[in-house]
């Protein structure tokens, strides 16, 4: 396991690079809301407008995942590992075609 805040399974990294092959460069965001809104998006690179309060976690798959800010404050002693699983989540996820959707795994970390 790895110390960065943002890592993904070997899984989530094969959709990742075939998702990249159709659609070119993409991003990552992680809101706070309920139900679907509480899953990971992924988009084309700059077709989610990123807020002034959204935190850079870092990359996966050599796309920027981004975190809204009141999320981040509440799972900023997480570590999250993107995941993919079968099932289609809602929403406008580039995955959802596919017949499977991201979703996030986390282990809590000591407070720094």
Not at 2 to 27: E, K, N, V, W, Y
Not at 45 to 57: C, H, M, Q
Not at 67 to 72: E, K, L, N, P, R
């Amino acid at each position: 396991m790895t110390d960065a805040p943002i890592s993904a399974t070997p899984a989530a990294l094969a959709l990742i690079a075939a998702l990249r092959q159709q659609h070119g460069p993409l991003m990552f965001h992680q809101s706070g809301g309920c139900c679907d809104g509480s899953a990971p998006m992924c988009y084309p690179a700059g077709e989610f407008k990123i807020g002034a309060r959204d935190v850079l976690l870092g990359t996966v798959g050599d796309a920027p995942f981004y975190i809204g800010g009141d999320q981040y404050q509440r799972w900023r002693h997480t570590r999250l590992t993107l995941d993919v699983v079968p099932g289609r989540g809602s929403g406008f996820s580039l995955e959802a075609p596919e017949g499977v959707r991201f979703l996030i795994r986390s282990d809590v970390c000591a407070a720094p």
